[in-house]
T-cell receptor
Framework: GIQVEQSPPDLILQEGANSTLRCNFSDSVNNLQWFHQNPWGQLINLFYIPSGTKQNGRLSATAVATERYSLLYISSSQTTDSGVYFC????????????FGKGTHLIIQP | DGGITQSPKYLFRKEGQNVTLSCEQNLNHDAMYWYRQDPGQGLRLIYYSQIVNDFQKGDIAEGYSVSREKKESFPLTVTSAQKNPTAFYLC??????????????FGPGTRLTVL
């Protein structure tokens, strides 16, 4: 099956800083998502991005399908951005489940 | 309100007992999924179902069972055969689209603790 590697595993930044989180896939995926897990465990959908670039406010994501990686950018970080960020991908028909990375634990300090 | 509900939020079980976790969605999604999350780890797929009365094993199906009698419901039973059942369990659902637009949405999860 697909292997998903996320980096860095941990990231500590000051409020206002920018950050880049990376996700590498061992094989092609056609169903790529980024999530933010809040302190209560809820997974919040950030992006569905099989390819290309998407932006939502201070967050943006890029997926390069041919090179099997994706990047999540967070600009002007706020303390509320703290938490764990997961990427996940699926192949085939896309409705057969996602393979998750182990996450990036982001801490934004005031 | 459209969404995915899971119950209970917290569940305690004695060793050797089976327990069933509930997952309901009113998004009219065709596919439903169960994932398990251990501390400091990503999610791992247990079972998924793309249509009523049909389901497939995921990466870690041993010790679990599911049913899909209704489109809206996908309960997960953690059996006594599951060696390390203490974990956070998340249910998800998605449309099934010919354009491969199958974004998954997650419920709030159930924390299971085996005493």
């Amino acid at each position: 099956g697909i292997q998903v590697e996320q980096s860095p595993p941990d990231l500590i930044l000051q409020e206002g800083a920018n950050s880049t989180l990376r996700c590498n896939f061992s094989d092609s995926v056609n169903n790529l998502q980024w999530f933010h897990q809040n302190p209560w465990g809820q997974l919040i959908n950030l992006f569905y991005i099989p390819s290309g670039t998407k932006q939502n406010g201070r967050l943006s994501a890029t997926a390069v399908a041919t090179e099997r990686y994706s990047l999540l950018y967070i600009s002007s970080s706020q303390t509320t951005d703290s938490g764990v960020y997961f990427c996940a991908g699926g192949s085939g028909g896309g409705a057969d489940g996602l393979t998750f990375g182990k996450g990036t634990h982001l801490i934004i300090q005031p | 309100d459209g969404g995915i509900t899971q119950s209970p939020k917290y569940l305690f079980r004695k060793e050797g007992q089976n327990v069933t976790l509930s997952c309901e969605q009113n998004l009219n999604h065709d596919a439903m999924y169960w994932y398990r999350q251990d501390p400091g780890q990503g999610l791992r797929l247990i079972y998924y179902s793309q249509i009523v009365n049909d389901f497939q094993k995921g990466d870690i199906a041993e010790g679990y069972s599911v049913s899909r009698e209704k489109k809206e419901s996908f309960p997960l039973t953690v059996t006594s055969a599951q060696k390390n059942p203490t974990a956070f369990y998340l249910c998800a659902s998605s449309k099934i689209s010919t354009s491969s637009y199958n974004e998954q949405f997650f419920g709030p999860g159930t924390r299971l603790t085996v005493l």
